[in-house]
């Protein structure tokens, strides 16, 4: 039975969806604030949780609230209502990211995978070693289609383009390990405020031992396989999502793109992993842009296969993110 009103429990449950979204070392920038009216819920960048050394322009921010927007839009299909959703809607209020309001029955376009909402709780970053089995054709013409959709380009790189992508990755791991200010804000993730966000501490860790895959430790916690004994795959599986313009509108773009992609490949049962690193760096990114054929702006570069799935990361409650008295019953969730 579709809603017909924007109560308490319906915003709940589509702010608990939209906050299960990934992000920049996991600090969830997003608050949210509901308009029962007109049936609206926007979407806003947190200041208290933004970083100024690794995301200067808030990129990684519009492209994370992208995501939570990705995540909400499901959840209220499978509410049976339309997420009409509205990016940057009022620019004299540059922190105000989204709106979106739910709307009649979801036009028959947004059911094509009705299912979409069931990988938003099983979504899980994994940086574990993965399969060398490829991922089907068919399943990255369906990613492809999709991103498309959301105003973004899903690339496969070729092995020579592979390469440089892993080496600009690593270049700037190494960037990281050599400035104290921007390693000690990473570091900080681990004890943010409160237990609610940030990383794990087991997050931080050494690269790969054979230097081939530049991930970050975020994948092995203590009581797990050490991470120096993973054999990770010699070839990754790379995708490099892109956009034909820079700015907030893209990058908020990217993020619903990404995001769907993301839950795409959990129905599928392919894993997936950020690397984010050089994109990072200015320098960096325009050195991946370099790698296109045709005009492309880099927004995020995806590792993709078959393995197992990655560890939760806590996420904040939604009745925090919307400023509401938190019920005993509805706990902070923990998604990947």
């Known amino acids: 039975m579709p809603c017909t009103t924007l109560d308490e429990d319906l915003t709940l449950a589509l702010v608990s969806a939209a906050a299960a979204a990934p992000s920049l070392h996991n600090v969830q920038p997003w608050y949210f604030r509901a308009s029962a009216p007109d049936?609206?819920?926007h979407v806003h960048a947190a200041p208290g949780r933004l970083l100024p050394r690794s995301d200067p322009d808030a990129r990684a921010v519009h492209l994370s609230v992208g995501a939570a927007l990705c995540n909400l839009a499901a959840a209220a299909v499978r509410l049976g209502r339309e997420p009409v959703v509205r990016l940057l809607p009022e620019p004299s209020r540059p922190g105000l990211l989204a709106s979106v309001r739910l709307a009649g029955r979801p036009r028959s376009g947004l059911l094509r995978r009705p299912d979409l909402h069931r990988a938003v709780w099983r979504r899980r970053s994994s940086r574990l070693p993965f399969e060398p089995?490829?991922?089907?054709?068919?399943?990255?013409?369906?990613?492809?289609?999709?991103?498309?959709?959301?105003?973004?380009?899903?690339?496969r790189p070729g092995p020579f383009a592979r390469t440089r992508l892993l080496e600009l990755t690593a270049r700037a791991e190494q960037r990281l390990a050599q400035d104290p200010a921007r390693r000690a804000e990473t570091l900080a993730c681990l004890t943010g405020p409160g237990a609610d966000w940030g990383l794990p501490r087991y997050a931080v860790g050494p690269l790969d031992s054979t230097g081939r895959l530049p991930l970050r430790g975020f994948a092995v916690p203590p009581d797990g396989p050490a991470r120096d004994r993973c054999a990770f795959e010699a070839d990754p599986?790379?995708?490099?999502?892109?956009?034909?313009?820079?700015?907030?509108?893209?990058?908020?773009?990217?993020?619903?793109?990404?995001q769907h992609a993301l839950l795409l490949l959990t129905l599928h049962g392919v894993r997936a992993s950020m690397l984010h690193q050089a994109l990072e760096w200015p320098d960096l990114r325009a050195r991946m842009s370099g790698l296109c054929r045709d005009r492309c702006v880099p927004q995020m570069l995806l590792r993709v296969g078959y393995g197992p799935a990655g560890f939760p990361t806590p996420r904040r409650a939604a009745a925090e993110l919307l400023g509401l008295p938190a019920p005993l019953d509805r706990p902070a969730a923990t998604v990947g």
């Open 39 to 41: 049936r609206t819920i």
């Open 237 to 258: 599986q790379l995708l490099l999502l892109t956009t034909r313009y820079d700015g907030p509108a893209a990058w908020l773009h990217a993020g619903l793109a990404l």
């Open 133 to 155: 089995e490829p991922v089907p054709e068919p399943v990255l013409s369906e990613l492809r289609d999709a991103v498309r959709l959301d105003g973004a380009e899903l690339r």
